[in-house]
Nanobody
Framework: QVRLVESGGGLVQPGGSLRLACTAS????????MGWHRQVPGKERELVAT???????DYADAVKGRFTVSMDNAKNTVYLQMNSLKPEDTAAYYC?????????????????WGHGTQVTVSS
């Protein structure tokens, strides 16, 4: 199976910046894409951004022009550079990966999630 560990969350003032990172570990043969979702208590988890191994990206309308997602294929790591942060960006951010890996000696494809990192934007 695949394990994901996020880092870089914290408290920042409006207009500030944060850079999140997420590294996938395990017996990984290939990664189709990695990405970020966020969730506020009482609301459904929503897409923030995704990036494929070839570099194609997708962003939620709310973060276009402010956030940048990228992947380091050699390190199995995805980054989310967040600029011009707003209070409405406050949420738990979750990393995910669609990957082919080895589980119980069998090569399988699946979707995996990290435990999340909190981002709080407040004065």
């Amino acid at each position: 199976q695949v394990r994901l560990v996020e880092s870089g969350g914290g408290l920042v003032q409006p207009g500030g910046s944060l850079r999140l990172a997420c590294t996938a570990s395990g017996v990984i043969f290939s990664i189709k894409f990695m990405g970020w979702h966020r969730q506020v208590p009482g609301k459904e988890r929503e897409l923030v951004a995704t990036v494929t191994s070839s570099g194609s990206t997708d962003y939620a309308d709310a973060v276009k022009g402010r956030f940048t997602v990228s992947m380091d294929n050699a390190k199995n790591t995805v980054y989310l550079q967040m600029n011009s942060l707003k209070p409405e960006d406050t949420a738990a951010y979750y990393c995910n990966v669609d990957a082919t890996s080895q589980a119980m000696g069998v090569r399988t494809s699946g979707d995996y999630w990290g435990h999340g990192t909190q981002v709080t934007v407040s004065s």
